[in-house]
């Protein structure tokens, strides 16, 4: 079975600061996505990242990127210049490859960011 | 956009009551998802249903049941509902092309007493 850990319960960073969140999952599949999901205090899960395991490039949305280490099993987040709304709990999740939409996201625990002023 | 609604925000319910929890997706997606997020545990599967009347048992299916009569909405019951029931509930969509992108919905913050 999948695993997702994500080490960091809280973190904190000044406003425009850079900020990293870690991630490490075990599979033992070759065909899989990571994906970073944001949970402001609004409680809407929005995606902010996706990586295919497939490809060797980065991730980049913006001010968020990813650092995709594949065989240490490692998906990172990066947010550069942090805002205010950057405050949320992030969830770093897996998904094997192989079933379409009907395979089933586990998420890590999450990690509360806030963001100071 | 993608719209992903639950019947409610917050709901309170007493113990042994039968309570159901409704999700309607409006983008025509075969495939989706109960969660329950609970603090330091994450979100956690229920259940998930692939197509009308169809549905797998998730991670942590005891308690619950589902209902897929409709391709867009998805049900969650809670047969007689007790106070570990007590969680934040979560429900996603997905097309059967979505390459691992779950909208969610808003969230439904239940209160069992």
């Known amino acids: 079975a999948q695993t997702v850990t994500q080490s960091q319960p809280e973190m904190s960073v000044q406003e425009a600061e850079t900020v990293t969140l870690s991630c490490t999952y075990d599979t033992s599949e070759n065909n899989y996505y990571l994906f970073w999901y944001k949970q402001p205090p609004s409680r809407q899960m929005i995606l902010v990242i996706r990586q295919e395991a497939y490809k060797q490039q980065n991730a980049t949305e913006n001010r968020f990127s990813v650092n995709f280490q594949k065989a240490a099993k490692s998906f990172s987040l990066k947010i550069s210049d942090s805002q205010l709304g950057d405050t949320a709990m992030y969830f770093c999740?897996?998904?094997?490859?192989?079933?379409?939409?009907?395979?089933?996201?586990?998420f890590g625990k999450g990690t509360k960011l806030t963001v100071n002023p | 956009d993608v719209k992903v609604t639950q019947s409610s925000r917050y709901l309170v319910k007493r113990t042994g009551e039968k309570v159901f929890l409704e999700c309607v997706q409006d983008m025509d997606h075969e495939n989706m998802f109960w969660y329950r997020q609970d603090p330091g545990l994450g979100l956690r599967l229920i259940y998930f249903s692939y197509d009308v009347k169809m549905k797998e048992k998730g991670d942590i299916p005891e308690g619950y049941s589902v209902s897929r009569e409709k391709k867009e909405r998805f049900s969650l019951i809670l047969e007689s509902a007790s106070t570990n029931q007590t969680s934040m509930y979560l429900c996603a969509s997905i097309p059967q092309s979505g390459q691992g992108t779950q909208y969610f919905g808003p969230g439904t913050r239940l209160l069992v007493l």
């Open positions: 999740a897996f998904m094997r490859g192989v079933g379409g939409g009907s395979e089933k996201l586990v």
